[in-house]
Nanobody, 112 residues
Framework: QVQLVESGGGLVQAGGSLRLSCAAS????????VAWYRQPPGKQRALVAS???????NYADSVKGRFTISSDNAKNTVYLQMNSLKPEDTAVYYC??????WGKGTLVTVSS
């Protein structure tokens, strides 16, 4: 089993920045990829960014150039640095660790 705990969400004005953290514990040797998903109000959950064990990253087109995913293996933590935030980035952000583990989510609200 793997436990994931997200933190760093909150309220920020448009144009501002936040850094989300996803701390993993448990059987972390089983993890092959870590990703951030988000679910805006009334919409489906969608991929924001991912990072593999080898360090390869992938981003949704809507966040390219603004968001950066990174990992600190010594701390078993993955980060999502979010810059130039827009109101449409408002969502619950979830951490996912492959093959099938989810965190409980952290709310990000961007005011206009």
């Amino acid at each position: 089993q793997v436990q994931l705990v997200e933190s760093g969400g909150g309220l920020v004005q448009a144009g501002g920045s936040l850094r989300l953290s996803c701390a993993a514990s448990g059987s972390i040797f089983s993890i092959n990829v870590v990703a951030w998903y988000r679910q805006p109000p009334g919409k489906q959950r969608a991929l924001v960014a991912s990072i593999t064990i080898g360090g390869s990253t992938n981003y949704a087109d809507s966040v390219k150039g603004r968001f950066t995913i990174s990992s600190d293996n010594a701390k078993n933590t993955v980060y999502l640095q979010m810059n130039s935030l827009k109101p449409e980035d408002t969502a619950v952000y979830y951490c996912y660790a492959g093959p099938h583990y989810w965190g409980k989510g952290t709310l990000v609200t961007v005011s206009s």
